[in-house]
């Protein structure tokens, strides 16, 4: 049974850092783009980071870039996303999802487009 799980979320204070992983069972993550999602209460959910299946191409949103990395272990069967100078905005439960073929359209993560997801884990970025 194909299967992604994420792990990695917790309690952090503002401007420290958190390295998220999704690890896959059940399937390969070779031929697969990777994203990563996020939720906040009340908000609508929002792409994060994407990354193609060998990755060498990976996508951010503004409002991330230059302080969130993705990367990729395909031997491991593992992505993941390092954040950090974390603010409280960036409070959310962090999904990763996978599809096959590309990660992103027009250097958007659509999550739409992807077809795998995990079961999310909590990030809080507080004092």
């Known amino acids: 049974q194909a299967q992604l799980v994420e792990s990695g979320g917790g309690l952090v204070q503002p401007g420290g850092s958190l390295r998220l992983s999704c690890t896959a069972s059940?399937?390969?993550?070779?031929?697969?783009?990777i994203g990563w999602f996020r939720q906040a209460p009340g908000k609508e959910r929002e792409g994060v980071s994407c990354?193609?299946?060998?990755?060498?191409?990976?996508n951010y949103a503004d409002s991330v870039k230059e302080r969130f990395t993705i990367s990729r272990d395909n031997a491991k069967n593992t992505v993941y996303l390092q954040m950090n100078s974390l603010k409280p905005e960036d409070t959310a439960i962090y999904y990763c999802a996978a599809r096959r073929g590309i990660a992103a359209v027009q250097n958007k993560c659509i999550m739409e487009l992807y077809n795998y997801w995990g079961q999310g884990t909590q990030v809080t970025v507080s004092s």
């Open positions: 990354i193609s299946p060998g990755g060498g191409s990976t």
């Open positions: 059940g399937f390969t993550l070779d031929y697969y783009a």
